[in-house]
């Protein structure tokens, strides 16, 4: 396997042995991240930092879906209280869109160039329990953007404003 730049470049890998890395990366996140304060800054692990062969956008759901997967099966197996969750960052935009979006299909046609992430809360301190001015929080079916799933226990669309911007941020946040 060649290394650049904190990537692995895993095409041409057989994929039992890519998921075996996919979970090492996942893994090693989530210990480093746990040992050295990183829940509290919000590190997040991003799609294309698992795997080079995921920069690809028309991949991003079914990667961001397999690593946010294992993060849960990796801290059921720990019996941790931490929240695993998936972001898919949307385009921002200077008005509110609220909820725009009842597939896949359109979800996809609202991402921004950012590949998804992985992020681990403490319990009460994601980033949707949060109160702020300028915040619209709605839960999404996730069903009809990702069919049936065992690690997801809900979805949530998130649109924010940061008092130093002008633009709205939106976001999908995968939750198990």
């Known amino acids: 396997m060649q290394r650049q730049i904190g990537y692995n470049k895993m095409v041409g890998i057989p994929l039992s042995s890519r998921k075996n890395h996919h979970e090492i990366v996942i893994r090693t996140w989530m210990d480093t991240i746990a040992r050295d304060g990183g829940i509290d800054r919000y590190d997040d692990l991003h799609v294309d930092q698992i795997d080079d062969h995921w920069k690809a956008q028309n991949l991003w759901v079914s990667a961001g879906l397999e690593s946010f997967e294992l993060a849960v099966g990796i801290r059921d197996a720990e019996e941790s209280d931490l929240t695993?969750?998936?972001?898919?960052?949307?385009?921002s935009g200077e008005f509110r869109k609220r909820l725009s979006f009842q597939t896949r299909e359109e979800l996809e046609?609202?991402?921004d160039a950012t590949p998804p992430s992985l992020y681990l809360f403490c319990p009460g301190t994601e980033f949707w329990t949060q109160t702020a001015q300028y915040v619209n929080v709605e839960d999404v079916d996730w069903k009809s953007l990702f069919g049936s799933n065992n690690s997801i226990k809900k979805c949530l669309y998130m649109e924010y404003k940061r008092p130093t911007s002008e633009d709205?941020?939106?976001?999908?946040?995968?939750?198990?």
């Open 84 to 91: 695993v969750a998936l972001a898919f960052p949307l385009e």
């Open 109 to 111: 046609r609202n991402f």
């Open 168 to 176: 709205y941020i939106r976001s999908v946040f995968v939750v198990g």
